[in-house]
């Protein structure tokens, strides 16, 4: 049996590559090198990880596959600056494989979850989406993946780029929202952390129900009383977002019977 253990090189530790480097450490991934320009940040990897810490390019293994966990407008230029037989996976859901042209092996380890500084996760059920531009490549992110977690997928860059879209209505702008619900809730000296049952709710009901066939409210009872008796508490952009959703939804129900 095959006791090597696997190494791989890490180039940004922000939300996404620090989680991701928590969690191969700790499956058994030796992240030997890391490119940092923090030497504050250089410091600390290498000793939770014993990794070589480096700010030059050129120290970096060249046969090495290299997972680039940096913001999407940074990977075109990290991966430009890199060995070109360097084997190298981006994290973003968005940027296409086609917008690279290189001699070594490119491809995705795009996973699907949003990282928070701090906040600790499940990676088992954390879903992976894998690209790649050669079938050897893609096996090995695939079993890279296949050692967090229990869901790993092929998806093509279109694929991944409307799961990417789907994903913000989901997390980024349901998160929005509570942010807007939070503030509403401070200025009118009421308790947010009363709703939080109420998100929970709305979240567990979805492994029973369609979003469609859950949606409740009175956008959804075509109450338009209530909708403008709230729309007259708001002001400014809050209050646009309101009866935007709502119209959206009564809109989606038009043709259903009054509730």
């Not at 709230?230 to 989606?252: F, P």
């Amino acid at each position: 049996m095959n006791t090597t253990p696997i190494k791989i090189t890490l180039i940004g530790h922000g939300n996404v590559g620090s989680h991701l480097a928590q969690y191969l450490n700790a499956s058994g991934v030796h992240i030997s090198h890391v490119f940092s320009r923090s030497e504050n940040k250089a410091q600390k990897l290498s000793e939770r990880y014993g990794s070589l810490v480096t700010s030059n390019f050129n120290d970096l293994p060249a046969h090495q596959l290299c997972l680039v966990c940096v913001n999407d407008h940074s990977i075109h230029e990290v991966i430009s600056q890199l060995n070109e037989n360097t084997p190298v996976a981006y994290t973003s859901g968005s940027v296409p494989l086609s917008n690279f042209e290189r001699n070594g092996e490119t491809g995705v380890f795009y996973p699907l979850q949003t990282f928070s500084k701090g906040k600790q996760l499940d990676i088992s059920e954390v879903p992976f989406l894998i690209e790649a531009s050669s079938k050897a490549l893609g096996e090995q992110l695939f079993s890279l993946a296949s050692m967090l977690s229990k869901k790993v997928v092929y998806a093509n860059s279109t694929e991944r780029s409307k799961l990417h879209l789907s994903a913000v209505w989901t997390n980024n702008f349901t998160n929005h929202m509570m942010h807007i619900a939070e503030k509403y809730a401070l200025q009118n000296n009421v308790d947010f952390t009363l709703l939080k049952p109420l998100l929970n709710e709305t979240v567990r009901k979805l492994d029973y129900l369609s979003p469609l066939n859950a949606q409740t409210g009175p956008a959804r009872r075509n109450d338009d009383s209530i909708i403008q008796e709230h729309a007259s508490q708001l002001n400014g952009i809050d209050k646009e977002l309101y009866l935007l959703i709502s119209k959206s939804i009564q809109n989606t129900y038009s043709k259903d019977e009054e509730l």
